[in-house]
Structures are given as structure tokens and as C-alpha cells.
């Protein structure tokens, strides 16, 4: 089956750090650019992170720039969103989630169940 | 950065009406659009890439179109499935993807 599964969730305290992570299954990993989105509860969804394929460009939005850390390790099929420094903001579901090759390129057309971060004050 | 402005937030509809969706961009997005459908507790799925490429396995019901910096997604006939929430994204600008705020379709 094709699919992301996230994992490493949780209740951390205000400054801590937390490390995210996303198994891929069903495809092949190496080939697609990967993303985190994440969802405040009751909220909108916000992009938060990219990491391309060989990993070597990655991108940040402003609102976790210089705090959270994407990677990836192909042979393991793996994503990676090191969190540190969390705030209550961070509070949210987070999603792995996959860009599109082909027709659907760059368009968001495979997302994981998402993982829940709790940050407490 | 680009900026999305989806509206409404909220709609009230019955089943087999006709639903508008639309979505603006603060700058030209060379068809750079896709629309997202989520339900509750679950992730968003793909509808609609490229402003009006239906994603496979997606019902015919829904359309998406384009007009200058104005996207809109329609359902020609809303069925009980439908009722969720939608979200526009533009992925033109490499870097900084950003999604509209969501419309949430609910029941009248």
C-alpha cells in the first residue's frame, strides 16, 4: 500500500524539543520532494517545511526557520523534523506529506494520518 | 509571498445544489493551483491539481477553473460525501507554499 505514516508525537513542555518521523512505504521514496504541513487545532493548514529528493535543497517558512530541522535517509525511506526550542504556537497536527511527480507534479497528492504535537506552557 | 484569499468560510448547502468555491491570488500563478478536500479528523485529500486537472479516482461532480488570479472549485450536484471542509494552495512560489484559509461546506 502506498503510504506516509507518521510518528513521534506528543506533550512536551515550552523549549523543549521533540523529533518527528515519516515512514514511506509503497513507492519509491527517493524519487519525490517531501514537505511537512502542519494544522493548529480548529485551524487552517500551514506548510512549514520542504526537503527535495536528494536532500539537498530544503526550505522553511519563517514561522520555524532557525528552530526546526528537516532531513531524510532514502535507504531507510525516511523523513525526519527535528523540533526544537517549541512554543504553546507549535501546538498541531503534523502532516508528512508528498509532492507529486508526472501529471500531479508539485501538487500535495499523498498525506500521511499526522502526528499530534501538544506544547504546554 | 503569495498570498491566497478563499471565500466564503463558510457555506450552507443542500444536497444536489450547485457549489462555488473561489479562491484569489495576490499574483499570478501560471495554473499553479490545487484544491484539497479534508473531513473531520482526517488529512486533506487531493481534488484538483494545475487549477482544473481532476485527480484520479476524484468524482466528476467536481470542476476546477481559472480566471486571471481568481480560482474557483465547483460541485455541480453536492452529495451527503461532500460536506467537509476545502482548501485552495498555490505551489507557483518554490520556497513559500501557502493554502487558503478553508471553507467549511455544511448542511443548510
Known amino acids: 500500500e502506498v503510504q506516509l505514516v507518521e510518528s513521534g508525537g506528543g506533550l512536551v513542555q515550552s523549549g523543549e524539543s521533540l523529533r518527528l518521523s515519516c515512514a514511506a512505504s509503497?513507492?519509491?521514496?527517493?524519487?519525490?520532494?517531501i514537505n511537512w504541513v502542519r494544522q493548529a487545532p480548529g485551524k487552517g493548514l500551514e506548510w512549514i517545511s520542504y526537503i527535495s529528493y536528494s536532500g539537498r535543497t530544503i526550505y522553511y517558512a519563517d514561522s520555524v526557520r532557525g528552530r526546526f530541522t528537516i532531513s531524510r535517509d532514502n535507504a531507510k525511506k525516511s523523513l525526519y523534523l527535528q523540533m526544537d526550542i517549541l512554543r504553546v504556537d507549535d501546538t498541531a497536527i503534523y502532516y508528512c506529506?508528498?509532492?507529486?511527480?508526472?501529471?500531479?507534479?508539485?501538487?500535495?497528492?499523498?498525506w500521511g494520518q499526522g502526528t499530534m504535537v501538544t506544547v504546554s506552557s | 509571498d503569495i498570498q491566497m484569499t478563499q471565500s466564503p468560510s463558510t457555506l450552507s448547502a443542500s444536497v444536489g445544489d450547485r457549489v462555488t468555491i473561489t479562491c484569489r491570488a495576490s499574483q499570478s500563478l501560471s495554473s499553479s493551483l490545487a484544491w484539497y478536500q479534508q473531513k473531520p479528523g482526517r488529512a486533506p485529500t487531493l481534488l484538483i491539481y494545475k487549477a482544473s486537472s481532476l485527480e484520479s479516482g476524484v468524482p466528476s461532480r467536481f470542476s476546477g477553473s481559472e480566471s486571471g488570479t481568481e480560482y474557483s472549485l465547483t460541485i455541480s450536484s453536492l452529495q451527503p460525501d461532500d460536506f467537509a471542509t476545502y482548501y485552495c494552495?498555490?505551489?507557483?512560489?518554490?520556497?513559500?507554499?501557502?493554502f487558503g484559509q478553508g471553507t467549511k461546506v455544511e448542511v443548510k
Open positions: 506529506v508528498r509532492e507529486g511527480l508526472g501529471p500531479t507534479v508539485d501538487a500535495f497528492d499523498l
Open positions: 494552495q498555490q505551489y507557483n512560489s518554490y520556497s513559500q507554499w501557502t
Open positions: 509503497g513507492f519509491s521514496f527517493s524519487n519525490y520532494n
